[in-house]
């Protein structure tokens, strides 16, 4: 007998493809969500939200199409991948900016967000798609990707960012931004451990974890980060005096 798995195409034993599905009705239903309660926040919230339901709903079309690909040909879709995060994680930056607009951000702290999260993007994508195999390929590359990480990091934790929430007065800016923070210490830092299953990659090479261990990291992350992102958002846009 057919079960439902088989109709909707889930291999029953294959744990990455059902992150693919699950990643793309969650992001689907995310944005949904943002989208709609858009209309029930304070008029400065309001791009706010937008945003929150655009990284959801990049991500939830790029999920279709990884999930297809990933099933036709059981590889990674590396590109797809990078595209979606290319475009996705630039909105977040976009988002740490409106948070702290308000309090005096300016469109050069925008510039830089971004720019060092295309950087670790492409140099991340380099490591992964040009990959020959070898450790060294994968840790030059992932290291020089770990830079413009540290640079996000730093600015949400004790840069700019941070200083502009604590110049806000609201504290419910400081608390949210607070928490946009740990996202990316701990939500973010999910996706170097994905890198690292690649062949050449650490875990690989040192432990054996399995390159078909990437997307699942990298779906788990997505999950977290782009929905838990949108959700901080949408909570201070909700309980925010001001
Ligand atoms: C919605 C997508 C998000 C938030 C993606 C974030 C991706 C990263 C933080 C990736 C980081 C990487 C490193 C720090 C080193 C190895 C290469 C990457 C690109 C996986």
């Known amino acids: 007998m057919k079960t439902l798995l088989d109709i909707i195409a889930i291999p029953k034993d294959d744990p990455i493809a059902f992150t693919f599905f699950t990643g793309y009705m969650a992001m689907l239903a995310a944005s949904v ?7 029930s926040v304070e008029g400065k919230w ?24 990933y099933l036709s040909t059981g590889e990674n879709p590396t590109a797809l991948r990078y595209i979606d995060w290319t475009l996705t994680v630039p909105l ?4 740490f900016y409106l948070l702290t607009k308000a309090a005096g951000a300016t469109k050069s702290l925008l510039w830089k967000l971004i720019f060092a999260s295309v950087w670790m993007l492409v140099t991340g994508y380099i490591g992964e798609a040009f990959t020959d195999g070898s450790t060294g390929h994968s840790v030059l590359w992932g290291l020089l990707s770990t830079l413009g990480y540290l640079y ?7 840069g700019e960012v941070a200083q502009l929430a604590a110049k806000s007065g609201d504290a419910t800016v400081v608390k949210g931004i607070r928490t946009l923070a740990w996202f990316v210490l701990v939500g973010w830092a999910i996706y170097p451990i994905g890198y690292m299953c690649m062949p050449g990659g650490w875990l690989n090479t040192f432990l054996g ?34």
Do not use: P
């Open 33 to 39: 969500f943002f989208f709609v309660e858009r209309s």
């Open 46 to 69: 309001k791009l706010s939200m937008l945003v929150s339901g655009l990284i959801t709903g990049i991500a939830a079309v790029h999920y279709y199409y990884m999930r297809d690909y």
């Open 92 to 95: 977040m930056c976009v988002e």
């Open 152 to 158: 996000v990091l730093y600015t949400a934790w004790l």
């Open 209 to 242: 974890w399995q390159s078909s261990n990437v997307d699942l990291f990298y779906n788990i992350a997505d999950a977290i980060n782009k929905i838990g992102f949108g959700l901080v958002v949408y909570s201070i846009a909700v309980s925010s005096k001001k």
